[in-house]
Structure formats: C-alpha cells, structure tokens
C-alpha cells in the first residue's frame, strides 16, 4: 500500500516551459487535492476534485490546469512555467463519506523551480 | 486571503516540556484538523475535533476549540527531539470539500 505517490520529486524549468506534475493514490478515495507551499505561506490549494469527473478551482488557480484521469490519478499541468510558480507543490486525498469527517493523505511533495 | 493563522510562528523548548500553539481560522467550520510537517516531508494527520467538540486527546495530544471565537490550541505534553517539526491547522466549512490550512508553527525541541 504506496498511499499517495507524486512524480517527479524535483523539476527545474524555465520560464515559459510546460510540465504535469502526476499524482496517484491506491486507497480508493474519492477526493483528491493540489497544494502548494511557500515559506511562510502555509499550504493553499490550487484544485481539487471532489470525485471522478469533477475537478473545482481552489484559492490560486491561476496558472494551473488539472486532470482527474481516473479514481486512482489527478495530474497538475503547468501550461506556461513562470518564477513565482516556483514552490513546492503536494497532492493529496481523502475519503468522502456521509458525515465529512475524514483526514487527507499527503503525498512526499514535489520541489519545483522556475528560472 | 483566506488562510488561517497560527501563533507563535516559531518555539523552541527543552525535551519534556510542554508545547502550546494556536490556530485562528475565520469562518464557520465542519471541523478542525491538525497536522504535522516534518522538513522536507508531505504533511502527517495527527488530530481531528469536530465542530460540536470542545477537547479532544490523543496519547500526548490535546486540542481545544472555541468555535465562539474561532480558535484551537494543540498542546503537546512531554515533548520529545522527535516532536521537532512545523505544525499546522486546517479546517473545512459545511458544504465543501476544500481545507484552509493555517501558516503554521516551527516547533523546536531542544534534547
């Protein structure tokens, strides 16, 4: 049981290069999440997809599209790679039962920059 | 910005004393959740409370919540070199799936 796996671990580009950052867990859950961190920013979400087939705008968005490919796979693609993008960025899930009380499982996060 | 707020931003103690942070959230929440960030590592669940609960323990974990003023606190009895990590909250509103994750404490246990 891998739990949440994340791929790559490190990404250096340029501006204006384009990537997808992948995201697989292997617990069956229907939510799924992409955050970033900064210094001092704490984690804030990007997207996140409730359940397959939906996926819904976080608090920075911009920048970011994602894929919900299956249950088990929610990709992160960076279209046009810009510095402030650099972060480190990590996927998670979670299950989503009737009473909404679940905890999320973090991925190992990976470290991205942007020159 | 919507994110919570945590304080102090950075403790350091000695080995078996006690640890005390607080998390600031602003809006009404399902629950609050609390989480642990080894360097370099993703974020470990380490405590959930509910919005109708007011204490809650966990081996040497204890969370209060004031809903009335929109506040927890973690508190790590006994702390050890291991504890050493960045701590942080989350909370989710009725009706979404999304978390707010506060900034987040540096916790420093000094052996």
């Known amino acids: 049981n891998a739990g949440v796996t994340q791929t790559p671990k490190f990404q250096v580009l340029k501006t204006g290069q384009s990537m997808t950052l992948q995201c697989a867990q292997d617990?069956?859950?229907?939510?799924m999440y992409w955050y970033r961190q900064d210094p001092g920013m704490g984690l804030r979400l990007i997207y996140y997809?409730?359940?397959?087939?939906?996926?819904d705008k976080g608090e920075v968005p911009n920048g970011y599209n994602v894929s919900r490919l299956n249950k088990r796979e929610f990709s992160l693609r960076l279209e046009s790679a810009a510095p402030s993008q650099t972060s480190v960025y990590f996927c998670?899930?979670?299950?989503?039962?009737?009473?909404?009380?679940?905890?999320?499982?973090f991925g190992p996060g990976t470290r991205l920059t942007v020159t | 910005s919507q994110q919570g707020e945590e304080d102090p931003q950075a403790l350091s103690i000695q080995e078996g004393e006690n640890a005390t942070m607080n998390c600031s959230y602003k809006?009404?929440?399902?629950?609050l959740q609390w989480y642990r960030q080894n360097s370099g590592r993703g974020l470990v669940h380490l405590i959930l409370?509910?919005?109708?609960?007011r204490e809650k323990h966990s081996g040497r974990l204890r969370v209060t919540l004031d809903t009335s003023k929109k506040s927890s606190s973690l508190l790590i009895t006994a702390s050890r070199a291991a504890d050493t990590a960045s701590y942080f909250c989350?909370?989710?509103?009725?009706?979404?799936?999304?978390?707010?994750f506060g900034t987040g404490t540096r916790l420093k246990v000094l052996a």
């Open positions: 998670a899930s979670r299950d989503s039962g009737s009473s909404g009380d679940y905890e999320q499982y």
């Open positions: 617990m069956n859950h229907n939510s």
């Open positions: 997809s409730a359940s397959e087939g939906t996926t």
């Open positions: 809006t009404s929440i399902n629950n």
């Open positions: 409370i509910r919005s109708n609960e």
């Open positions: 989350a909370t989710r509103s009725p009706g979404t799936y999304k978390y707010i």
